[in-house]
């Protein structure tokens, strides 16, 4: 099979691998690696294991800090973080007690260490956004000045924003 780009298909496996192979018909630059092999992992430790015995080179999304334990401080493998449109939420279920109460959920968004729940959430590793949007969101200035709006409009009154945690985008690979 044979696209536009730099590789060709050579070797497809449904949720196992995806081979490439430099593409020599290529109109531009000639591809630096002559191969790429595309692993997809169900289980991170299997991943972390391929990239350990040499079976991979890089992992392009690490699933959760732990991964990283393995690798941290060894000069043989280099460590990159970079923003993800990825966010994990912690948030209140307001159909249930204590939280149909919006003073319990103030109290309870007020108690929470957000520092400490990214700690545990991605061992540091990430940012707290406290919003669904995501700060690259082109439309954050927008939203932002509307919330300013409508909280200092005539009756408003202000509910507590759940939890978010920008997950990192990590890359874990060979120096």
Do not use: C
Not at 8 to 21: M, N, R, S, V
Not at 79 to 86: F, V
């Amino acid at each position: 099979m044979y696209g536009t780009g730099p590789y060709k298909l050579t070797d497809y496996q449904a949720g196992t691998f995806l081979a490439l192979e430099r593409f020599g018909g290529y109109w531009g630059e000639k591809a630096k690696n002559k191969k790429v092999i595309f692993s997809y992992f169900n289980d991170a430790s299997a991943e972390t294991n391929a990239l350990a015995s040499g079976q991979i080179d890089i992992i392009t999304d690490i699933d959760n800090p732990e991964q990283l334990k393995a690798f941290k401080g060894n000069p043989a493998y280099s460590i990159a973080e970079g923003r993800s449109m990825t966010k994990q939420v912690l948030a209140f279920n307001d159909k249930r007690k204590p939280f149909m109460d919006p003073k319990a959920r103030r109290a309870i968004s007020s108690a929470i260490d957000k520092a400490a729940l990214l700690k545990a959430a991605w061992d540091g590793y990430g940012q707290l956004i406290g919003s669904f949007v995501l700060p690259q969101d082109p439309l954050v200035r927008y939203r932002l000045q509307e919330q300013k709006l409508r909280r200092h409009a005539p009756g408003a009154r202000e509910r507590p924003r759940p939890h978010l945690v920008r997950q990192p985008q990590l890359l874990l690979g060979l120096r």
